[in-house]
């Protein structure tokens, strides 16, 4: 990372979700960005929306997979789907994700993480529950041990803290 006034990706992702949401967004663009695959080709629909709306230093190859998985995921969500006062793990507890698809999402990483990502993604859409993704882009492109740790205990307790309120209903 050259440019210090980039945004870590993150920081990308309340943007992001209000782009994905607007009505003047493109409806085919849109619908391409849900469709995409996590491997094979990237539609162009990826290409373009990544050089309008990702700052330059994250446009590289090494990142593409992620963004693949988080912008799918956005595109996914109805409205934009994010809120700020919903983190990612209490949302997953809303949605009635297992607790382990959790233990197993937030214990992998590369392709894998990508894959059981956006599957957690799809439950949340289905169920049309909004959250703070930008701690799915934190879970997606962090590289640093500690850092992953950080974010997965956090998610974790989220996920238990809303658990647990919903078993005493």
């Not at 190859?61 to 595109?75: E, K, M, N, P, T």
């Not at 996914?76 to 994010?82: I, K, N, P, V, W």
Request: with cysteine; charged share 30%; aromatic share 8%.
């Amino acid at each position: 990372m050259t440019n210090p006034n980039a945004r870590a990706p993150a920081a990308h992702v309340p943007a992001l979700a209000r782009i994905l949401a607007d009505d003047s967004f493109p409806n085919g663009e849109r619908a391409a960005l849900k469709r995409m695959a996590l491997d094979g080709p990237a539609p162009l629909a990826l290409h373009r929306f990544l050089l309008r709306y990702i700052d330059e230093p994250w446009q590289g190859d090494v990142w593409l997979s992620d963004w693949r998985a988080l912008i799918c995921a956005l595109a996914l969500q109805r409205e934009g789907g994010f809120n700020t006062e919903r983190p990612l793990g209490q949302a997953l507890a809303e949605a009635r994700f297992a607790e382990s698809r959790l233990e197993r999402l937030l214990a992998v990483h590369g392709d894998t993480l990508r894959a059981l990502a956006l599957r957690a993604a799809r439950q949340l859409s289905a169920k049309g529950i909004a959250c703070d993704w930008r701690q799915f882009a934190e879970l997606l492109f962090s590289r640093n041990a500690e850092a992953r740790e950080r974010i997965s205990i956090r998610i974790a307790r989220d996920f238990y803290r809303n658990l647990k309120t919903k078993k005493e209903e």
